[in-house]
């Protein structure tokens, strides 16, 4: 994945782009990532499901970010993740 470049004030960082798609409706959210760690991705997915509602299904590719994501996820569900939707499945891409 590319960086791209945001602003903050007068510095310049890199910034990542997560863009989450629903296969039922086809809605688009997009979040904005600091970093491509899996702390980065727990992040984006609380704010995902606490502004659309509770997810039932991610289906993402095998980057280490979400694979330590869902381990993370595995071993402590607990606030926001828990009360909206205790079982969240993760069907991996298969790798080419």
């Not at 863009?19 to 995902?48: K, Q, Y």
């Amino acid at each position: 994945m590319v960086p791209f470049v945001v602003k903050d004030g007068r510095r310049e960082k890199k910034a990542y782009r997560l863009l989450i798609t629903c296969l039922v409706s086809r809605a688009v959210h997009v979040e904005l990532l600091e970093d491509m760690s899996s702390d980065s991705f727990i992040n984006a997915l609380r704010n995902l499901i606490a502004i659309r509602g509770a997810v039932s299904t991610i289906s993402c590719d095998q980057g280490t970010n979400f694979i330590g994501g869902f381990n993370d996820l595995a071993k402590n569900l607990e606030g926001p993740l828990k009360s909206s939707h205790p079982h969240i499945k993760f069907p991996f891409n298969p790798p080419h």
